[in-house]
């Protein structure tokens, strides 16, 4: 992973040289919601090839996400155990999920909360207020460098963010990864949330060669993420609710990434004036909702969990992580 350039990187700059990638966050998931833990077991259980998963392994190794501890049993030669950092991206996998159910027709496991029993459909609140919040009752507010150049890198990897080919319950859609698993289209989008909306606004924004931007754009329209209104891409409500993802993506990258003074930004809960401190809460008992008191249910009889379509057995537990912290700026979230 990049180390050194990214060292002058924002905060969620160097987030997304780890996360922007499918792999990375599948192999994450499996071991947030599945305990997986071992080489083999993420072989086993995602359509990866050996190569990549030795290469995506050393890389969450490298970024503090994993770290390797020489396995009992004497036959695995590793064990890969979820560092503080790497437990941290626990919210981001439950956003995703979330977003993907509502908005990504996902037909997938549905989130218990142990705490009341009921079906958790996490919903984005503010841990100052305790009210639910969402793109538009936010304000962003960056720091006086914080630039779209201070998230850019060439990618050093290919395109990952394909196929349909997946994978089980939990697999990934195109949805998500359309705008995780490659870097313009979440700059793309992360602009759009900021509040650009011309095509030209966006090119300056970015420094984007126009053929690229045109592509993205095009594929934000296509999955219903942007529309076209009078010359101006506007966020669709699909594309604003995933607010949710990057408020908790952009709090865990300015949590755990020091970065350039003035890179950062503020998000502030309007109706409260806090900084941004997300939560996710049960829409059922409106209680905040933490890794060890999740679970999803288990799969009808006869069906192989794990296998294709089927809803898959998950059983959550870890270390609890509470969302304390900031960030700040400028520009409405009026789409
Ligand atoms: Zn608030
Ligand atoms: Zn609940």
């Known amino acids: 992973m990049e180390v050194d350039p990214n060292r002058r990187l924002s905060a969620i700059g160097q987030a997304l040289a780890i996360l922007g990638d499918r792999w990375v966050l599948l192999i994450l998931q499996r071991a947030l919601v599945r305990e997986v833990r071992t080489f083999a077991g993420w072989r086993d259980t995602l359509p990866i090839s050996e190569s990549v998963?030795?290469?995506?392994?050393?890389?969450?190794?490298g970024a503090g996400m994993l770290t390797p501890v020489p396995h009992r049993d004497g036959?695995?030669?590793?064990?890969?155990?979820l560092t503080a950092r790497g437990s941290g991206v626990w919210p981001l996998i439950v956003a995703i999920h979330s977003w993907e159910r509502e908005w990504a027709g996902r037909d997938c496991p549905t989130l218990i909360h142990e705490s009341c029993g009921g079906e958790a459909g996490p919903y984005l609140a503010c841990g100052t207020c305790g009210t639910p919040m969402?793109?538009?009752d936010t304000e962003t507010v960056r720091g006086p460098h914080a630039t779209f150049a201070g998230i850019g890198l060439p990618r050093r990897r290919r395109r990952t963010a394909r196929p349909d080919d997946d994978l089980d319950a939990l697999g990934y859609r195109p949805d998500s990864m359309e705008i995780l698993g490659d870097r313009w289209s979440t700059m793309v989008?992360?602009?759009a949330l900021l509040g650009t909306r011309r095509f030209v606004a966006f090119q300056a924004e970015l420094g984007v060669a126009p053929s690229v931007l045109t592509d993205r754009l095009r594929r934000f329209v296509e999955r219903g993420v942007l529309r076209q209104a009078a010359g101006?891409?506007?966020?669709t409500e699909k594309g604003l609710a995933f607010f949710e993802v990057c408020a908790v993506l952009v709090h865990w990258a300015q949590e755990e990434f020091t970065a350039p003074p003035g890179s950062g930004l503020v998000i502030t809960?309007?109706?409260?004036?806090?900084?941004?401190?997300?939560?996710?809460?049960c829409a059922v008992c409106d209680r905040p909702l933490h890794r060890r008191d999740v679970r999803f249910p288990p799969p009808p009889l006869g069906t192989a969990a794990g296998s294709a379509g089927s809803p898959a057995v998950l059983v959550s537990s870890g270390r609890t992580r509470a969302f304390p912290s900031p960030c700040g700026s400028r520009?409405?979230?009026?789409p």
């Not at 998963?53 to 190794?61: E, G, Y």
């Not at 101006?232 to 966020?235: H, I, Q, S, V």
């Open 53 to 61: 998963l030795a290469s995506r392994l050393k890389d969450l190794v």
């Open 75 to 81: 036959r695995t030669r590793h064990e890969y155990r």
């Open 134 to 136: 969402s793109a538009r």
């Open 189 to 191: 989008l992360a602009a």
């Open 232 to 235: 101006d891409y506007r966020l």
């Open 269 to 281: 809960h309007r109706p409260c004036g806090a900084a941004l401190t997300p939560v996710l809460a």
């Open 331 to 334: 520009r409405a979230h009026d």
